[in-house]
C-alpha cells in the first residue's frame, strides 16, 4: 500500500494550493479518504473527508467555505483544493485510506509541507 502526497509548498496569504494523494496498492474506489494536518506542537487534526463514491464530504469547521476535497476513482487520486489560505493553516498534510469512515485501521501518507507566510 502507497499513499503519496504532493503538491504542498510556500504560499502567501489568501493564496491557493491544490494537494494530491496519489494511491496504490488497495482498491481505492472502495475506501473512504481523508485529509488530515499536524501543526508543530499540536496533535493531528481531521480537514476533509470524502466517502467512496464521493457522495458526501465532511470539513472541519476551520476550513469550511475554504478547501474542497474532491476524489478520481480511474486515477485512484484524493485531491485538496486550498484557497484563501491562512498562516494557521500552515502544517503538515497527511492523506489516510480507510475502509469507512469510521474504521479503525488506516494507511497514511508521508506527508506534504504547506507553509503560509508572508
Known amino acids: 500500500v502507497q499513499l503519496v502526497e504532493s503538491g504542498g509548498g510556500l504560499v502567501q496569504p489568501g493564496g491557493s494550493l491544490r494537494l494530491s494523494c496519489a494511491a496504490s496498492?488497495?482498491?481505492?474506489?472502495?475506501?473512504?479518504m481523508s485529509w488530515y494536518r499536524q501543526a508543530p506542537g499540536r496533535e493531528r487534526e481531521l480537514v476533509a473527508g470524502?466517502?467512496?463514491?464521493?457522495?458526501?464530504?465532511n470539513y472541519a469547521d476551520s476550513v469550511k467555505g475554504r478547501f474542497t476535497i474532491s476524489r478520481d476513482n480511474a486515477k485512484n487520486t484524493v485531491f485538496l483544493q486550498m484557497n484563501s489560505l491562512k498562516p494557521e493553516d500552515t502544517a503538515v498534510y497527511y492523506c489516510?485510506?480507510?475502509?469507512?469512515?469510521?474504521?479503525?485501521?488506516?494507511?497514511w501518507g508521508q506527508g506534504t509541507q504547506v507553509t503560509v507566510s508572508a
Open positions: 496498492g488497495f482498491a481505492f474506489s472502495n475506501y473512504y
Open positions: 470524502i466517502a467512496s463514491a464521493g457522495s458526501s464530504t
Open positions: 489516510n485510506a480507510r475502509r469507512t469512515r469510521f474504521s479503525s485501521g488506516s494507511y
